[in-house]
């Protein structure tokens, strides 16, 4: 089993920045890759970013690639995904999730363990 929490959720200005953590304990393994989704009120959950287990390759969604970094810490066990110059689009709840591989996708059905969320807010 994996643990994941969810930290650094919350409220913050349009144009403003946030960095989001996701730290693993459990039977953690650093070639898992690790996703962010996130999930609006009454939308589905969608992807946002990906790393993986290694952190050289990283994938995004359209609507925050150039505003969103993610990175990793394995000695940490934690994801970071950075958001900058946000809009109140990106509110919503934030979920981190882990594969038992090292590959990243975006398909929210390929990940097998989450975290319990972070709320990040976007005022105009």
């Known amino acids: 089993q994996v643990q994941l929490v969810e930290s650094g959720g919350g409220l913050v200005q349009a144009g403003g920045s946030l960095r989001l953590s996701c730290t693993a304990s459990?039977?953690?393994?650093?070639?898992?890759?690790i996703g962010w989704f996130r999930q609006a009120p009454g939308k589905e959950r969608e992807f946002a970013a990906g790393?993986?287990?290694?952190?050289?390759?990283?994938l995004y969604a359209d609507s925050v690639k150039g505003r969103f970094t993610i990175s990793r810490d394995n000695a940490k066990n934690t994801v970071y995904l950075q958001m900058n110059s946000v809009k109140p689009e990106d509110t919503a709840v934030y979920y981190c999730?882990?594969?038992?591989?090292?590959?990243?996708?975006?398909?929210?059905?390929?990940?097998?363990?989450w975290g319990q969320g972070t709320q990040v807010t976007v005022s105009s």
């Open positions: 999730a882990a594969r038992g591989i090292a590959a990243v996708v975006a398909a929210r059905d390929r990940y097998d363990y």
């Open positions: 459990g039977r953690t393994s650093s070639s898992s890759a």
């Open positions: 790393i993986t287990g290694t952190g050289r390759s990283t």
